[in-house]
């Protein structure tokens, strides 16, 4: 699950919250607002002193061996999807390959040599967790060797992240300690932002860890993906969901009961499933969900006191999710993914899949020209001469998506899709064009000039020079045999047509 942690000493109010925080607790003040005014301690030492835990949850902090169960105090303003994170690796669910015992992480949490990492998932698939709970592990096993301080790419800039490294070298010569600096949503800095990393990471400084729901060969320099490596997360499956969304419910601590006071609270296991099944393998989702579910029941108990029970059921279940969120960015890598599997779809002559592409892409909001004009280019690539008409059901289907919009053209949509992927293909067209630029492009004819009786003569001059000299015209001559190439592609064949299978191109 992700989270987006503010920067170290990024606002006034954050440095409030941690001096009333780390000093002893005066006696109750006799205004709300007074506070004591005692010396604040440098921002190292602020940050990194596990003594005297806060109320909260502080957005940077040094996690203490995993002994003391009381390292953090749960908050009832915390969601519940907050409470609920794992603490160390161990209480993960799901991620069971990245996290088995012989995995990169494994061995590193058990040497206590955490490498730079970048995790790389969809939301809520536990890349914030797993971040932290790979140094609480790492500081567990025998020496605490590793703080960890969070950073987010949303509020942060370069002058965040160099505060955080002058912290990291001070806090390293004093504690001789290494510093975890964990960026969240890493994909949003820029490439100047991103290359502020690379001298850190390759003298020591700090242990890098990076959290992104893009694809890293995109959104990510190369120099950095170099000191790195890129580890894979994936969605949750619907059991874990169910898991973590049980363990939610049975933690009398910081689970669901907690959000809901002195009120007891029974979920139906068809609640449980439901939201397990319709959060995409987000387990934020599930659990934001649940919690609104228990406040939904919550408001149905009696005020007279005599019911003391929140029980949620399914329709507490479906009203708090509402509808689904579909993963779909225009300018994100989930569009490519989409339109390739509607064209291979469509190419693969699979209709049922094609339109459930289709419909994917156009309820996560995709124009529909865009599709149409797609839906254009594969009525040449792949159906081409095994069936000219193709192109003209393209070409209609534009036009009309373009004066009808949506929602009234995902019908014409969908019948054009249907068409192009029920249609014969051929891709003989698409193969000879390929084969005539690599003849071009690596000059395998020279390149030579039109030869001459192919060329226009519209002057005398042209005509004495032989430009149109022995040209035959063909409607005079069909029989008569003559050559359009020039001399050094003579025999070159590009277009394969008739093809022998035209499902083959």
């Known amino acids: 699950m992700d989270h987006h942690s503010s920067s170290q000493n990024s606002t006034a109010s954050f440095i409030s919250h941690h001096q009333n925080q780390n000093k002893n607790p005066p006696p109750p003040p006799t205004h709300p607002t007074q506070t004591t005014t005692a010396p604040l301690p440098p921002p190292h030492q602020l940050l990194s002193t596990p003594t005297s835990p806060p109320s909260k949850r502080p957005k940077v902090f040094a996690p203490s061996s995993t002994s003391n169960p009381h390292n953090h105090t749960i908050s009832n303003d915390e969601p519940l999807s907050e409470r609920m994170r794992p603490r160390t690796i161990d209480d993960v669910i799901g991620q069971d390959l990245l996290l088995s015992q012989n995995s990169l992480l494994r061995s590193a949490i058990r040497c206590s040599r955490i490498p730079s990492i970048i995790l790389w998932g969809p939301p809520g698939t536990g890349k ?277 919009g949506m929602p009234e053209c995902n019908v014409i949509l969908a019948q054009c899709v249907a068409y192009l992927a029920l249609a014969p293909k051929s891709i003989s067209v698409y193969r000879a064009m390929g084969a005539a630029q690599k003849a071009v492009r690596e000059s395998v004819g020279q390149n030579e000039g039109v030869p001459l009786h192919l060329r226009n003569a519209p002057t005398k001059l042209m005509k004495e020079v032989g430009y149109g000299k022995d040209y035959i015209y063909t409607p005079d001559n069909p029989t008569a045999n003559q050559s359009f190439l020039p001399p050094s592609l003579q025999g070159y064949k590009f277009l394969d047509w008739p093809a022998s299978n035209a499902n083959n191109g």
Request: hydrophobic share 40%; aromatic share 6%.
């Open 128 to 404: 914030t967790s797993i971040a932290r709970a790979i140094v609480t592990s790492a500081n567990s096993q025998g020496s605490s060797s590793y703080r960890f301080v969070s950073l987010s790419a949303v509020t942060c800039g370069v002058k965040d992240v160099r505060d955080a490294v002058e912290d990291a070298r001070k806090f390293k010569l004093k504690n001789s300690k290494r510093t975890v600096l964990f960026l969240d949503e890493v994909h949003r800095f820029n490439k100047s932002q991103q290359d502020s990393f690379l001298p850190v990471i390759e003298d020591g400084t700090i242990v890098f860890i990076g959290a992104t729901t893009e694809n890293p060969s995109f959104h990510l320099v190369t120099p950095l993906l170099s000191r790195c490596r890129v580890l894979t997360l994936s969605p949750l499956n619907p059991h874990h969901v169910q898991t973590i969304l049980m363990r939610a419910v049975n933690d009398p601590d910081k689970g669901l009961s907690k959000s809901l006071g002195s009120l007891g609270v029974d979920v139906s296991e068809d609640a449980v499933e439901f939201l397990s099944t319709n959060c995409d393998g987000d387990a934020r989702v599930a659990l934001n969900a649940l919690e609104i579910s228990a406040a939904t029941a919550a408001a149905r108990v009696g005020s007279d006191g005599d019911l003391r029970l929140a029980s949620v059921e399914l329709d507490d279940a479906k009203e708090a999710l509402q509808s689904k969120h579909l993963a779909y960015d225009r300018a994100g890598e989930e569009h490519y993914n989409l339109i390739s599997a509607l064209h291979k779809s469509m190419r693969g002559s699979d209709a049922n899949a094609s339109i459930y592409w289709l419909v994917r892409m156009m309820e996560g909001g995709e124009q529909p020209l865009y599709i149409a004009r797609r839906l254009v280019r594969f009525a040449s690539e792949d159906v081409g001469l095994a069936d000219p008409l193709a192109l003209n059901q393209a070409v209609s289907c534009y036009q009309a998506c373009h004066f009808l």
